[in-house]
């Protein structure tokens, strides 16, 4: 066969479609803070301090027994005052608000179950290294989101070879960024370009957006929550907490991804119903996602 007639190359019937959502299992009666995972999410900077509070708040709406939020000195008491019930962690920032180069030193030889990076941080060098010194140190699974994905660009590399769980919560526009590919191919093609770069990479990948595509590259969902009234920033954020605090609940990486995906598009979808979809913003999922909760625990 000549190389003109090959078909493309197409992950087809080899990729399992799943529709059924993981069961959430009741909560242990002896089980404690220490019993429900402890998630480390590391986000904001000048300007992007509530980036760091709806990461965190995600991350406490969904069962995370003890929620710390990593985020530069600057913004702390910031943070720090929107939620009395996550911990605050002050790294050293720099002029512009950003975390320094200095500021992985603050995590090193922590014992979280989770950690989430990226949201709010901004672009630097020094963020390209806390990010890289989590793919290569932490022993944690990692949620990397926003920022943390665009240090990514072009050196994709670091990606491979972590023992722990990786998985990536780009909207297209990151996606884009990650894979050089136009966001127009990317909406083209979401399910076999995200599939593809799970795969390769040996991650989890959430590509955002309508139908949100969740893979591991073997096995596939597409997400039917959700409407466009979760076109406000910060949506994305309170996913990210959503997925770290089921991970840290011990859910299995595409488990956690595809459920918190889920949940965070029914919370959506409830706040619509209730208040519409011009007026809900990211917090009112904050406020649904209990309710989204209760209709999956309760049969
Ligand atoms: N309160 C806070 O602190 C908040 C902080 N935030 C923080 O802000 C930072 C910047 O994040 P960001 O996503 O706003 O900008 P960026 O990565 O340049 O992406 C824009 C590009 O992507 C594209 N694009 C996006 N979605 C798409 C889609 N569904 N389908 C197709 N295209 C899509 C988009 O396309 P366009 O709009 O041009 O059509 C454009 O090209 C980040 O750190 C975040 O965490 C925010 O969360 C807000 C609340
Ligand atoms: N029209 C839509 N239908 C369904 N979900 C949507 C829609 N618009 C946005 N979302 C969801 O909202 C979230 C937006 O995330 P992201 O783009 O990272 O926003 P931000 O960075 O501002 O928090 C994603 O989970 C995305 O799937
Ligand atoms: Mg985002």
Not at 91 to 110: C, E, H, M
Not at 220 to 232: E, F, I, K, W, Y
Not at 239 to 246: H, K
Request: with cysteine; net charge negative; glycine share 14%.
């Amino acid at each position: 066969m000549t190389p003109e007639f090959r078909q493309p190359f197409s992950l087809g019937d080899a990729m399992r479609r799943v529709t059924e959502l993981p069961p959430i299992g009741e909560r242990d009666p002896q089980g404690h803070k220490g019993t429900y995972g402890r998630v480390l999410i590391v986000a904001g900077s000048r300007g992007m301090s509530g980036a760091g509070a709806l990461s965190g708040q995600g991350a406490l709406r969904s069962g995370a027994g003890l929620v710390t939020v990593a985020c530069p000195d600057v913004v702390a008491p910031i943070v720090a005052g929107v939620d009395p019930c996550y911990l605050t962690l002050w790294l050293p920032s720099d002029r512009q608000g950003r975390v320094t180069a200095q500021a992985y030193d603050k995590l090193r030889g922590r014992k979280d179950d989770v950690i989430a990076v990226g949201p709010g941080m901004g672009a630097s060098p020094a963020l390209r290294r806390l990010v890289l010194s989590l793919l290569a140190h932490a022993s944690a699974p990692l949620v990397i989101d926003a920022d943390g994905l665009n240090v990514l660009a072009g050196h994709i590399e670091p990606l491979a070879g972590r023992a722990a769980a990786t998985i990536l919560t780009p909207h297209p526009g990151e996606f884009s960024r990650l894979t050089g590919r136009s966001i127009a191919a990317i909406q083209a093609d979401r399910e076999e370009m995200a599939a593809r770069f799970a795969k390769e990479h040996g991650v989890v990948l959430v590509l955002k957006g309508p139908g949100t595509v969740i893979t591991d590259g073997t096995s596939l969902a597409v997400n039917d929550t959700g409407n466009p009234g979760m076109g406000t920033g910060g949506s994305g954020d309170v996913l990210t907490g959503i997925i770290a605090a089921l991970l840290g609940q011990g859910f299995e990486p595409f488990d956690a991804a595809r459920l918190g995906v889920y949940l965070h598009g029914r919370a959506g979808d409830l706040a619509a119903e209730d208040i519409g979809m011009i007026s809900m913003t990211p917090v009112d999922l904050l406020a649904w996602l209990p309710q989204a909760f209760l209709e999956l625990a309760t049969p």
